[in-house]
């Protein structure tokens, strides 16, 4: 049995930088992916659009037959006028993180009234706003990584009332309430699963630190809702990663005061982990929609003549995910090291 899907497009991944990024930018392609959506938050963040456009330029030396959408990482320096200047330069979004809710975050969003300027501008030019839809832990408003999701969801519908023409992502949703909200709102609101989402609940990331990421996986119904809106087709949900690699001993070690790294890495083995995702909840039918069709058309990034491509899969018995992926002195250690996936590239 196989299968193809056309022009498979990742609509959120990161690909760090220097020879981190030298080792896992190659790993877009080999996971089946011809398109990335590359976040902005690295050290120092990408803030202007000459600083995109020369992350852009690295990731072109590393992989050229990646098309790379880039961003801008939500800051008090990102001005209306920049904004302009991006979009003619081609950078595609800007991603707002909460101030300290996940990797280099250090630098987010507290409130966002100051940069409905910057939204005006976004939704003018038209520009996406990718959301991280969490809000800060607050043990006095009883908020921690659990509802940090469902709290957000207020910003989310204010953002949208505010801006009804901005095309708004929320990222990575892990509840059934987010989806909801993304479903209650208009057609310029969208949504973006990862793949490790649709497997995970609370009971596999915690004391697990391969599996923890931000946000965090959370009850087996809201695991449940994720799978539902895939299997209905809706086209407003789709595939972003959040891909996000991290030195192994970031992640398998932590101390009193410094916790384990968050971030859970698919790139090279993301399509044919999708597919048997899907397969294993009766939604293989949808795999072209979710992994390329539904986020191409949101984005109105359509697949043309000069980018189609063709990626067949096949099924498998006992195709092992390799236990770790090095190059140099780097290393990354993927999702589900070791176990089977029930289906591969062909070559």
């Given at each position: 049995?196989?299968?193809?899907?056309?022009?498979?497009?990742?609509?959120?991944?990161?690909?760090?930088?220097?020879?981190?990024?030298?080792?896992?930018?190659?790993?877009?392609?080999?996971?089946?992916?011809?398109?990335?959506?590359?976040?902005?938050?690295?050290?120092?963040?990408?803030t202007?659009?000459?600083?995109?456009?020369?992350?852009?330029?690295?990731?072109q030396?590393?992989?050229?037959?990646?098309?790379?959408?880039?961003?801008?990482y939500?800051s008090?320096?990102?001005?209306?006028?920049?904004?302009?200047?991006a979009?003619?330069?081609?950078?595609?979004?800007?991603?707002?993180?909460?101030?300290?809710?996940?990797?280099?975050?250090?630098?987010g969003?507290?409130?966002y009234?100051?940069?409905?300027?910057?939204?005006?501008?976004?939704?003018?030019?038209?520009?996406?706003?990718?959301?991280?839809?969490?809000?800060?832990?607050?043990?006095?408003?009883?908020?921690?990584?659990?509802?940090?999701?469902?709290?957000f969801?207020?910003?989310?519908?204010?953002?949208?009332?505010?801006?009804?023409?901005?095309?708004?992502?929320?990222?990575?949703?892990?509840?059934?309430?987010?989806?909801?909200?993304?479903?209650?709102?208009?057609?310029?609101?969208?949504?973006?699963?990862?793949?490790?989402h649709?497997?995970?609940?609370?009971d596999?990331?915690?004391?697990q630190?391969?599996?923890?990421?931000?946000?965090?996986?959370k009850?087996?119904?809201?695991r449940?809702?994720?799978?539902?809106?895939?299997?209905?087709?809706?086209?407003?949900?789709?595939?972003?990663?959040?891909?996000?690699?991290?030195?192994?001993?970031?992640?398998?070690?932590?101390?009193?005061?410094?916790?384990?790294?968050?971030?859970?890495?698919?790139?090279?083995?993301?399509?044919?982990?999708?597919?048997?995702?899907?397969?294993?909840?009766?939604?293989?039918d949808?795999?072209?929609n979710?992994?390329?069709?539904?986020?191409?058309?949101f984005?109105?990034?359509?697949?043309?003549?000069?980018?189609?491509?063709?990626?067949?899969?096949?099924?498998?018995?006992?195709?092992?995910?390799?236990?770790?992926?090095?190059?140099?002195?780097?290393?990354?250690?993927?999702?589900?090291?070791?176990?089977?996936?029930?289906?591969?590239?062909?070559?």
């Amino acid at each position: 049995m196989s299968l193809s899907v056309q022009s498979p497009a990742d609509f959120h991944v990161h690909l760090r930088q220097g020879s981190l990024s030298a080792l896992v930018t190659p790993h877009v392609r080999q996971g089946g992916f011809t398109l990335a959506y590359v976040m902005p938050n690295l050290k120092p963040p990408i803030t202007t659009t000459d600083q995109a456009l020369a992350y852009k330029n690295e990731l072109q030396k590393i992989d050229p037959h990646v098309e790379y959408l880039m961003t801008l990482y939500l800051s008090p320096d990102l001005t209306p006028d920049e904004i302009r200047r991006a979009k003619a330069a081609g950078v595609v979004g800007v991603k707002s993180y909460p101030r300290g809710v996940t990797t280099n975050s250090e630098g987010g969003i507290e409130s966002y009234e100051v940069y409905f300027p910057v939204f005006e501008a976004m939704q003018e030019v038209g520009m996406v706003l990718n959301l991280h839809g969490e809000v800060p832990s607050d043990a006095s408003t009883n908020t921690c990584v659990l509802n940090a999701e469902v709290k957000f969801l207020s910003h989310l519908t204010k953002l949208h009332r505010n801006f009804p023409k901005l095309r708004i992502v929320l990222e990575h949703a892990t509840t059934r309430a987010a989806v909801d909200a993304v479903k209650s709102l208009g057609p310029t609101v969208a949504c973006t699963i990862t793949a490790h989402h649709l497997a995970l609940i609370v009971d596999d990331w915690a004391g697990q630190a391969f599996n923890y990421c931000k946000p965090v996986a959370k009850f087996p119904d809201d695991r449940a809702a994720l799978q539902e809106v895939i299997k209905e087709g809706h086209p407003r949900f789709f595939l972003g990663s959040d891909s996000a690699p991290h030195p192994p001993e970031t992640k398998s070690t932590c101390s009193p005061t410094h916790a384990c790294a968050a971030g859970v890495y698919t790139s090279p083995i993301l399509l044919p982990l999708v597919a048997h995702l899907l397969e294993s909840f009766g939604a293989l039918d949808k795999l072209e929609n979710f992994t390329s069709g539904y986020g191409r058309a949101f984005y109105e990034r359509p697949v043309i003549k000069e980018t189609e491509t063709r990626v067949t899969l096949r099924k498998v018995q006992g195709k092992k995910i390799a236990k770790k992926w090095a190059l140099g002195q780097e290393s990354v250690i993927p999702f589900w090291a070791g176990k089977d996936l029930n289906w591969e590239i062909v070559h």
